[in-house]
Structure formats: structure tokens, C-alpha cells
């Protein structure tokens, strides 16, 4: 068993059917990103922040989350691991180690910004979700960090070559996206020859950049399906959410 983790943990969600692929799970939302995109509805997770013991702190630590699967072992089947950008935290790798000792399947939610972790993450995961923000032209602008695009290009190749099961997710928000750019985006996957690919249109509400929190000029529902059912043959699954 490896030494207890000192991942620090922004939150649980402890049970959803969403999150997994077909499996029953709960989800470990992990502190700091270093991504800044627009849209992001979890500004709260982007500071790093040090693990804290003090008594009646309200967010839980990782004993916490351990304690809280242990009394699950049987009744849940998978732990996800989001945030934030879990592979910020050099403590990912031996929690998930932890969580696969205690007998579940071990899913990421990732931005593949640190290709070199994922590497080492990978043998022990059984899904992946990838969010690819963009094609590499378009990723410093949406993301507002530069050289990002190439990190999450090689996390691609790294989880393809693992042949991990994995999807492809992508947020459209108005503000990043044009019909064309969507377009060119299925393209880019279907050349990379991603099987699984998710659409998530973007929601209005809390977001890290304030001219995001509105969504003015909507994507109609009938363009997307409309680039949906063009590209839908270049995929497996092709969802729009
Ligand atoms: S990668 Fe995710 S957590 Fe990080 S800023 Fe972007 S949306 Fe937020």
C-alpha cells in the first residue's frame, strides 16, 4: 500500500450514473488548473492550495474520501477523478493506486495538460475523458495559456497507444466557437482517429470570465445536430449534449 496521498480534494460527489460509462460511481473533484478557459464553472478549484487537517474544515481531504470508500467497496463500482485538472497534483498517481487496491474502477477527467503524469496514471486507469478544447490553432485563445495544445495532442496519442477506453469532450460556448470552427474541429478528431467524441454545449451561469455568463447568441439546436449527422459516419459515437 502505497504512503497516504496528500491529494488535496475540492469535493465529492458521491454517487452518479453520468460520470462512468456504465458503471455506478462517485466522483473526486481535485484542487488547481492551470488552464484559464472562459467558460470554466469551477473557479473556485483553479488556486493550488496546500492539504489542510484542521478540524471542521468543510472540504474534504483524502482520508476523508478514503474513509468515505472504503464504507462503499460493493455498493459503488468506479472513482472518478475530476476537478480542476487532477493531473496538477503529483498525489493523483498514488491515490489512484489507492482506489484500485480497494477494488474500483478508476476513471479521469482530464485536459491532458500534463502528458508526462498521464503516462504514469494510465496503467492503473480504465477510462479516460479527454477534453480537447479546440484544433491546436484555436487552443491558446480558448484555453488562455500558451503550449497547451501540444501537451494535450501528445495525452491523446499516449491514451491511444495505452488503448484505454476513452472519449473525446469538447464545451462549445459562442464565445470560442463558430459553425465553422466546430466543423473543423470533427475534422481534426476524425484525422486523429478519436472513435468517441461528446459535444457539450455550453451553459449560461457562473463562469471565470464574466462576458461568458450570458449566452447572447445561442448556437441553434438544428446547426449542431444539422454537423452532427454530417460528421456522424467519421465516428463511433458521436454524441451532442
Ligand atoms: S480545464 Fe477545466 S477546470 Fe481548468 S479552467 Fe478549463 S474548464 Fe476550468
Not at 478549484?45 to 474520501?65: A, C, F, V, Y
Amino acid at each position: 500500500m502505497p504512503a497516504t496521498p496528500s491529494l488535496v480534494v475540492a469535493g465529492l460527489t458521491p454517487m452518479t450514473t453520468l460520470d462512468f460509462p456504465d458503471r455506478l460511481a462517485c466522483v473526486v473533484f481535485t484542487q488547481g488548473c492551470p488552464l484559464r478557459c472562459g467558460y470554466c464553472h469551477n473557479p473556485q478549484m483553479l488556486p493550488t492550495k496546500q492539504p489542510t487537517t484542521e478540524p471542521g474544515e468543510q472540504t474534504p481531504n483524502w482520508q476523508t474520501i478514503e474513509a468515505f470508500l472504503t464504507s462503499r467497496r460493493g455498493l459503488l463500482e468506479a472513482v472518478v477523478f475530476s476537478g480542476g485538472e487532477p493531473t496538477s497534483q503529483a498525489a493523483l498517481l498514488p491515490a489512484v493506486i489507492q482506489t484500485q487496491q480497494l477494488g474500483f474502477k478508476v476513471g479521469l477527467h482530464t485536459s491532458g495538460v500534463n502528458p508526462s503524469r498521464l503516462e504514469k496514471l494510465l496503467p492503473y486507469l480504465d477510462w479516460v475523458g479527454l477534453d480537447i478544447k479546440a484544433e491546436p490553432a484555436d487552443y491558446q485563445r480558448i484555453t488562455g495559456r500558451p503550449g497547451v495544445a501540444k501537451k494535450a495532442e501528445k495525452s491523446l496519442q499516449l491514451i491511444q497507444t495505452a488503448a484505454c477506453n476513452y472519449q473525446v469532450r469538447t464545451t462549445l460556448h459562442p464565445q470560442d466557437f463558430n459553425l465553422l470552427g466546430i466543423n473543423n474541429l470533427l475534422h481534426w478528431l476524425a484525422e486523429k482517429q478519436v472513435s468517441k467524441v461528446a459535444l457539450q454545449i455550453a451553459r449560461a451561469g457562473q463562469c471565470l470570465d464574466p462576458a461568458y455568463q450570458t449566452l447572447e447568441q445561442p448556437f441553434l439546436k438544428s446547426d449542431l445536430q444539422a454537423i452532427v449527422s454530417q460528421h456522424q459516419s467519421s465516428f463511433s459515437q458521436l454524441l451532442l449534449s
